[in-house]
Every structure is written in C-alpha cells, then in structure tokens.
C-alpha cells in the first residue's frame, strides 16, 4: 500500500532500492547469455547437424513461442508471487533448460530445449518490471529500469567472449554447461537479500517515503479481461509487437550476418559484437535517464516519455542501409546505433504500464504485451528464414527495422495520448 508521503528537505534518502536493480542487471546479464548463445553457436551447430535457414529460424520461432505463452502466465504469477519467489521460479526454469541444451541431439532435441528456455525466460521482465514497480517512484522507474535492462547489452557482449572461448577449448556441450552451473550463483542471493520495501530490514524511513511518494494504488486484483478493454493496454502490447522483433533479430542473426557479409567466423565476430552491445548499454541506460531528467526538470510525464521515445526512433532510421556498407565498422556503427535506440525506446515503453497502471495490475499488463512482442518475433523469425532462403540478403529485415520505432510511437500515442491514469 502506498502513501502520499513525502521526503523532508535535507533528509538523506537511502539507496537499497539500487542494490535491487544491480541484482536485476546481473539477472539480464545471465539472461542475455543463455539466450544469445544459440545465435554465437549457429554457425558450428548448424555444420554439425545440417540445418539450413529455416531450420534455425524453427529453433527461434518455438523459442518465442513458448516465450510468448510464458510472458503471459508469469506476469499474472508476478501479481499474485510477488517478484521475489516468482522471479525465483523463472530464473531456476531457464538456468535449468540452458544447461539442458548439452544434452540435445537433432533438431527437435533443441527445439525442446529452447521452448524450456523460453517457458523460463518469459518470467524475466515480468518481474524485473515488477521489482522496479514496487521499489521506485515514477520519476526514476524509466532510469532504473534502463540500469537493468542494460544488463542484457552486457550479456550480449560477454557471450561472443566466452561463448566462443569455451567452445574451441572444450567443445560447445561445456559451453551450455559452464555458464549454466555458474549462472546459478545468483539464485541464493536473490532470494536472501530481495523483499518488498516495507518488509526489508534495511530500508530507512526516509527511503520508504521516497519509494512511496506518488498517490496510493487500489490493492485488489484486476481480471485480465478487463485490463483487454483498456487501450492503454493495447499502447504497450502493439509498442512491444513493432519494436521486440527487431532486437530478436538482431540477436539471433548478427553473428550470421556479421559472418556472411563480412567473412567472419567464431574467433573473430567477437570484437563487433562487443561493440555493437557496447552501445546498446549507452542507449539504455541514456534512453531512461533522458525522459528521467526531463521530468525532474519539470516536464510532464506524457511529453518526456514521449520525448525521449522519438529521439531513439530517430536514431534507428539508418539501420536500413547497414546492409550497403562495404565497411565492417561503418556497418558496426549504423547497427549499434540502432541497438541503443533500441534500448533506450524499450525502456521507456516497459515503463508505460507501471506509469498508468495501478501495482496490483502492473504484472499482468507486462505479460500481455510481451506475448504480443513475441508474437511479432515469432513472425519476423519465419520472415528472416524466408527472406534469407530465398532473396539470400538482409536488406529487407533492415529495413523494417528501420521503421519499426516511428510507427510503435504513433501507435502508442494514437492509443495512450495523455499517458494518464487508468481507471478500473
């Protein structure tokens, strides 16, 4: 239950609510490396067991398909669990099915596996999301939640570092194997230090009036198919349908396209890929503290999401031509530009439910619109295949990466033009 309470002048506010975040980013990290792997390792499965595209773009599709259903669930099991024991539960689900990948033999043993994969993973920003509901006011939920999500950009670096390492060394079982056993780490730690505010010991009087500073939310729960009649909920679920393919793509194809268009292989494609996550983090954690800032400065919060949303959108406009380019590091440039607009537009878009909606009802909406992104990854997986079988380049996909973020906008304010408060 929250207050209207406010933080005297001069009092010191706490900063528990960021050992939170730091342990959500470690969180993503950990994610974004089991998730990643798969596309780092294409090239060397794909010659081992004889997929072609389509094939590959199988493994992704039922990945998000099981993801799409499991967003779903697990944000409605974040309002009822709490983010503790449910980010708990979908944390232990995709270490498991990570590991589990070592043992798959054949095609339909990884589509087994990464559909596990997915099942877990589709918890992760549910209860991030949800993490950051309970533990922020709005004004810093954007940068806070652009500090976690940029735990993904680094899992997308370490992985094309130790991915490829472990694999030449000890083959590409180890590779699931080591990260998996080590990822686990987190678990424990998770569940001893996390608690709602009110609960944890270290949280001081002054930082609980923080958190709790904007208006109190209704506390009963609110049925799904209410939340489908509102269209704030359709705002952040057709946001997330436009946008969420392209960073799918980006991720389980790079490394081919890097390998493709640029001739390289398992021992060198780790330098452009770092570079290109590099600046994905820079867009995260920018994108939230831009809209963050401008509302501490006084903007409203309509206009400084908003805001902030239209710069990154114009900043993925010249990923249509990566392409064309006949420089590794020109092509490295206009991608990773597009990776941080990217971020920086995803973190303030996963804020808009937590901005408009009551906390009781926060999980849920996230769970909508993530089914619905995965949705639009699963058809951009089978496009990719297809284009990739057939035309054999991709122009095509950067292209409607390109266009993506201005249309997600237009319908985000066409559906949600004042970003003001639901009511249910």
Request: with cysteine; aromatic share 14%; proline share 5%.
């Amino acid at each position: 239950m929250t207050t209207d309470t406010q933080v005297p002048p001069g009092v010191r506010v706490g900063n528990t609510r960021w050992v939170v975040v730091t342990l959500l980013f470690f969180a993503m990290v950990i994610n974004y490396v089991d998730r990643q792997t798969i596309g780092i390792l294409k090239p060397t499965l794909s010659a081992e067991f004889g997929w072609n595209e389509s094939d590959y773009a199988n493994l992704v599709f039922w990945f998000q398909a099981s993801y799409a259903v499991s967003y779903l669930v697990f944000g409605r099991v974040m309002d009822r669990l709490g983010a503790r024991w449910g980010f708990g539960l979908a944390f232990f689900i995709w270490q498991i099915a990570h590991i589990a990948h070592a043992g798959a033999r054949g095609l339909n043993g990884f589509i087994f596996a990464r559909v596990a994969l997915g099942i877990g993973e589709g918890g992760g920003f549910p209860g991030g999301i949800k993490a950051v509901t309970e533990w922020f006011p709005k004004k810093e939920r954007a940068f806070a939640t652009g500090i976690f999500n940029a735990g993904t950009n680094i899992g997308a670096i370490v992985t094309p570092l130790v991915i490829p390492a472990i694999t030449i060394a000890w083959g590409w079982e180890m590779a699931f194997i080591i990260t998996g056993v080590a990822g686990l780490i987190w678990l424990p730690i998770w569940l001893i230090v996390y608690r709602r505010p009110r609960e944890h010991k270290k949280v001081s009087a002054a930082e609980l009036a923080y958190i709790e500073q904007d208006p109190a939310d209704p506390v009963e729960k609110v049925a799904w198919t209410k939340l489908l009649t509102k269209r704030e909920t359709w705002a952040y679920a057709l946001g997330k349908f436009l946008i969420d393919p392209i960073w799918w793509m980006f991720l389980f194809w790079l490394p081919d396209f890097l390998g493709k268009r640029y001739g390289l292989d398992l021992k060198t494609f780790g330098p452009p890929l770092v570079a290109i996550y590099l600046l994905s983090d820079v867009g995260s954690v920018g994108g939230g503290w831009l809209s963050s800032t401008m509302m501490k400065r006084g903007m409203s919060l309509n206009r400084a999401r908003k805001t902030a949303m239209l710069i990154c959108a114009l900043c993925a406009l010249p990923v249509g031509f990566a392409a064309l380019a006949d420089n590794l590091w020109v092509a490295v440039g206009i991608i990773g530009l597009a990776t941080a607009a990217h971020q920086g537009f995803s973190a303030n878009l996963y804020t808009l439910p937590g901005d408009v909606f009551p906390r009781s009802a926060v999980g849920s909406v996230i769970g909508i619109g993530g089914m619905v992104g995965a949705i639009g990854g699963m058809a951009m997986a089978k496009y990719a295949g297809w284009v990739l079988d057939t035309i054999g380049t991709y122009t095509p996909i950067f292209v409607i990466a390109a266009s993506a973020y201005l249309l997600a906008l237009g319908v985000v304010h066409l559906l949600s033009p004042k970003m003001e408060p639901v009511k249910l």
